[in-house]
């Protein structure tokens, strides 16, 4: 009897106590969210001279934080290597994960972490010298590969020798910057990592015309931006960050016609920045939560081609990433 009575009264003063302020009370209190990015990969999350940071990943970042602040300015950035960006998010160190790390089950559903959505299709792939005269990478039996060590990677490359017969020596390092400077200086034949990163790391080569990256894709690198598990709100938030910014694109709002979609837009256009209707009440948003970020950050489209695409030193085609109504996989749920 004593007992139940204890627990009755532990249950009791468990449902007194005040419940955990959520990310957004957190975020709005601090007057700033901190997203964990990759540290330094071109295109996607790299500092300027000044410290300021850019990219595609770092983009998502500065629509989430315009979204919630009205300004995308309001984001501190910290860069994490692959061994701790998972333990970061979990420990509440940051905010929201933005950085090149596949969507897995076991990542989605053992973790205590969420994928709210695909910002970026890729796959890995391997690259190596134009001089030795490889078409493919059926070519690579008894290679020795790069890799940076506690990801996908390693798993993707194992699975891909096995399957065609072939043998590979490994070699692994904990950060991307060492595995390309390992490849660059002949402690490996490849370099095998998301095609993306690839396109990164070879602008880092002292002659980066010099390197190849071979046709295939040996797997499939769904990559998004990450929260923890259990906070549905600042999940939405983030979810409808990104989703905003390609219907954005779908319905051809970009940042320099705002404004002018605000007045003469279709009434689904002004359903999205706000007119009509407050969509962003549910989650805690102001009703021009999506104008903000269109016009502070972009639709996808100027996000993709300004950082990683036409715009850009790395000039990867859109491909996969196009959307929908273009042959290719990038699809939002409606807004409304």
């Known amino acids: 009897m004593k007992t139940r009575l204890l627990l009755i009264a532990g249950l009791m003063a468990a449902c007194a106590m005040p419940a955990a302020a959520g990310t957004l009370e957190t975020a709005r209190s601090r007057g700033e969210m901190i997203c964990g990015v990759s540290p330094g990969v071109a295109g996607f999350s790299v500092p300027d001279e000044a410290g300021r940071w850019g990219g595609f990943d770092v983009d998502i970042c500065r629509a989430v934080a315009a979204s919630v602040f009205g300004d995308a300015g309001k984001v501190r950035y910290t860069p994490l290597s692959p061994k701790d960006r998972f333990v970061s998010l979990q420990s509440g160190e940051i905010d929201m994960l933005s950085r090149q790390a596949t969507w897995t089950l076991s990542r989605d559903t053992q973790m205590g972490l969420r994928y709210v959505g695909i910002g970026y299709y890729d796959g890995q792939g391997f690259m190596v010298r134009k001089s030795l005269n490889i078409k493919s990478a059926k ?67 002292v002659n980066p015309t010099e390197y190849v990256i071979l046709p295939e894709l040996i797997s499939k690198e769904p990559l998004g931006p990450v929260v923890r598990q259990g906070d549905e709100t600042w999940t939405s938030i983030v979810r409808w960050s990104l989703y905003a910014m390609l219907v954005a694109e779908e319905l051809g709002v970009t940042s320099a016609n705002v404004e002018e979609q605000k007045k003469t837009g279709s009434p689904e256009v002004q359903r999205l920045l706000g007119v009509t209707g407050n969509l962003g009440e549910s989650m805690g948003l102001k009703p021009d939560w999506a104008l903000q970020i269109i016009k502070q950050v972009g639709n996808y489209g100027e996000v993709y081609e300004r950082n990683v695409g036409s715009g850009s030193k790395l000039g990867i085609e859109r491909g996969l990433n196009k959307l929908w109504t273009q042959g290719g996989l990038q699809y939002a749920p409606p807004v409304r």
């Open 139 to 205: 070519e690579l039996n008894g290679a020795s590969v790069c890799v940076p060590t506690g990801t996908t990677t390693e798993l993707n490359i194992a699975d891909y020798f096995r399957a065609n017969g072939m043998k590979f020596e490994g070699v692994a390092f904990e950060a991307g910057d060492q595995v390309a400077k390992a490849f660059e200086s002949g402690r490996c034949d490849v370099f095998s990592n998301d095609v993306s990163a690839l396109s990164a790391y070879r602008l880092k080569l």
